[in-house]
């Protein structure tokens, strides 16, 4: 989603965000969409906090770098998945 301020274009990126708890407590974040995103928060707040920071950051750097931004696809469903293991 792009808007325009004055001579400064802002666009809005929207990425799916999974926190995973921690054993030693908080959570740690994953951002699919983008390899290598990865950040963590001692509470949920912090570690969303901490997903905004780190996708603007992740973004920032790719355009620095003259990369494309990957957009993530509408829709995704998230599912868990379990399977049997015959040992």
């Given at each position: 989603m792009k808007?325009?301020?004055?001579?400064?274009?802002?666009?809005?990126?929207?990425?799916?965000?999974?926190?995973?708890p921690a054993e030693e407590g908080g959570y740690v974040v994953h951002v699919p969409s983008l390899p290598g995103c990865v950040t963590q928060g001692e509470t949920f707040e912090e570690a969303r906090a901490m997903a905004e920071d780190v996708i603007q950051l992740y973004i920032e750097t790719l355009k620095d770098s003259g990369d494309d931004v990957p957009v993530e696809r509408e829709n995704i469903i998230v599912s868990r998945v379990a399977t049997k293991i015959f040992a």
């Open positions: 808007f325009s301020m004055g001579q400064r274009q802002e666009t809005i990126y929207s990425y799916t965000v999974l926190f995973e």
